[in-house]
T-cell receptor
Framework: GAGVSQTPSNKVTEKGKYVELRCDPI?????LYWYRQSLGQGPEFLIY????????DSGLPNDRFFAVRPEGSVSTLKIQRTERGDSAVYLC????????????FGSGTRLTVV | AQKVTQAQTEISVVEKEDVTLDCVYE???????LFWYKQPPSGELVFLIR??????QNEISGRYSWNFQKSTSSFNFTITASQVVDSAVYFC?????????????????FGQGTILTVHP
């Protein structure tokens, strides 16, 4: 597609539930990133995919967070047993090859855990 | 460790005033990239500029200009003759090189952002 698409744009869930957030990167972009932006803060790195593999998942806060990219295109960020502290905007970005230039961000998914 | 500091949390100006947003960074890399992004109320991050660490020339794009000073690790952003449509949160970001599985890649470290409000 022309840009990075994220769905849903908004998600409200109850504490303890499981959620999935989807990112559809720009066609042909092999590098994909997930960031989390809490209220009043800058985005913080969660995970980086090069192709199908997670090359760097050092930003995932704990084992309740997991992300996949099975075919090297669409990625899904999965959060188990959600907590109120998980409430944030989750941003996805893609780039042609991950070499520090040309990041394109999606509009994000605003997750609210009640 | 890489770090980006935007000391100004909020700035408020009146239309047509010039405004400068400060950004200071820390990095261990000799080669890195610096970015500025704009985040309007819609939430999307809009790319404004990317600067290579080897290129210290200042850049001007319309009403926007950037001052990169490697000696002070600063990459400041000036908006000339501000307009109401410039109201947004502005983020400075740093991209360093990392290696995993034999592949070099970058990831962004953002500052906390500066909320700019331009009043008519």
């Amino acid at each position: 597609g022309a840009g990075v698409s994220q769905t849903p744009s908004n998600k409200v869930t109850e504490k303890g539930k499981y959620v999935e957030l989807r990112c559809d990167p720009i066609s042909g972009h092999t590098a994909l990133y997930w960031y989390r932006q809490s209220l009043g803060q800058g985005p913080e790195f969660l995970i980086y995919f090069q192709g199908t593999g997670a090359a760097d998942d050092s930003g995932l806060p704990n084992d309740r967070f997991f992300a996949v990219r099975p075919e090297g295109s669409v990625s899904t960020l999965k959060i188990q047993r959600t907590e109120r502290g998980d409430s944030a905007v989750y941003l996805c970005a893609s780039s042609r090859d991950g070499r520090r230039v040309g990041y394109t961000f999606g509009s994000g998914t605003r997750l609210t855990v009640v | 460790a890489q770090k980006v500091t935007q000391a100004q949390t909020e700035i408020s100006v009146v239309e047509k005033e010039d405004v400068t947003l400060d950004c200071v960074y820390e990095t261990r890399d000799t080669t890195y990239y610096l970015f500025w992004y704009k985040q309007p109320p819609s939430g999307e991050l809009v790319f404004l500029i990317r600067r290579n660490s080897f290129d210290e020339q200042n850049e001007i794009s319309g009403r926007y200009s950037w001052n990169f000073q490697k000696s002070t690790s600063s990459f400041n952003f000036t908006i000339t003759a501000s307009q109401v449509v410039d109201s947004a949160v502005y983020f400075c970001a740093l991209s360093e090189s990392f290696n995993a599985g034999g592949t070099s890649y970058g990831k962004l470290t953002f500052g906390q952002g500066t909320i700019l409000t331009v009043h008519p």
